[in-house]
């Protein structure tokens, strides 16, 4: 069964860096795209980016400047880093696993970001 | 970007009921399209991936169509546990894009 775990601050201050960790079990991280995506609490959902172990990225446009995805393969985990956060970044972040047409079938149960002072 | 566009953004309906949920593409996406299920505080459930194929273990009352820029979520035959926010996905092109979501109420 695969399962996915999203952990990290959950209060972090205008202008650092935000970083999470997901965490993969029941599937390797190597043999498959893995993505972020993020909610606003009471908002829509936007994806941003994606990530395969070879090192192959995509990150979304409007966050590009400001994102990395990276992936540790001995620890079965995927990081996100967003730096230069403001509020505008407070959200639930979510990891999902990614298959080849591009929908996301395995969710972590997401990690709340706040982003004050 | 391409956009996604979901009607109507809120619909009221009875257990039994037979409900449908549009979403519209900005530019042609083939089948690249997706459906998800999201309750209140979960993770989005996918339901249906390649605008029709129904995921493994996702009841057969849900059901989807559509190729190019206009796709349905057909629900047969509502039941409680379908109340819920649906939102669209497309995979055609990244960025991915979500459409801004339907939500489900009971009447």
């Known amino acids: 069964q695969v399962q996915l775990h999203e952990s990290g601050p959950g209060l972090v201050q205008p202008s650092e860096t935000l970083s999470l960790t997901c965490t993969v079990s029941?599937?390797?991280?190597?043999?498959?795209?893995w993505s972020w995506i993020r909610q606003p609490p009471g908002k829509g959902l936007e994806w941003i980016g994606y990530?395969?172990?070879?090192?192959?990225?995509h990150y979304n446009p409007s966050l590009k400047s400001r994102v990395t995805i990276s992936v540790d393969t001995s620890k079965n985990q995927l990081s996100l880093k967003l730096s230069s956060v403001t509020a505008a970044d407070t959200a639930v972040y979510y990891c999902?696993?990614?298959?080849?047409?591009?929908?996301?079938?395995?969710w972590g149960q997401g990690a709340l970001v706040t982003v004050s002072s | 970007d391409i956009q996604m566009t979901q009607s109507p953004s809120s619909l009221s309906a009875s257990v039994g009921d037979r409900v449908t949920i549009t979403c519209r593409a900005s530019?042609?996406?083939?089948?690249?399209l997706t459906w998800y299920q999201q309750k209140l505080g979960r993770a989005p459930k996918l339901l249906i991936y390649?605008?029709?194929s129904l995921q493994s273990g996702v009841p057969s009352r849900f059901s989807g169509s559509g190729s190019g820029t206009d796709f349905t979520l057909t629900i047969s035959s509502l039941q409680p546990e379908d109340f819920a926010t649906y939102y669209c996905?497309?995979?055609?092109?990244?960025?991915?894009?979500f459409g801004q979501g339907t939500k489900l109420e009971i009447k």
């Open positions: 996905q497309q995979s055609y092109s990244p960025p991915y894009t």
């Open positions: 530019q042609s996406i083939s089948n690249y």
């Open positions: 990530l395969h172990y070879s090192g192959i990225t």
């Open positions: 999902a696993r990614t298959l080849d047409m591009g929908h996301f079938d395995y």
């Open positions: 390649v605008a029709s």
């Open positions: 029941g599937a390797s991280i190597s043999s498959y795209y």
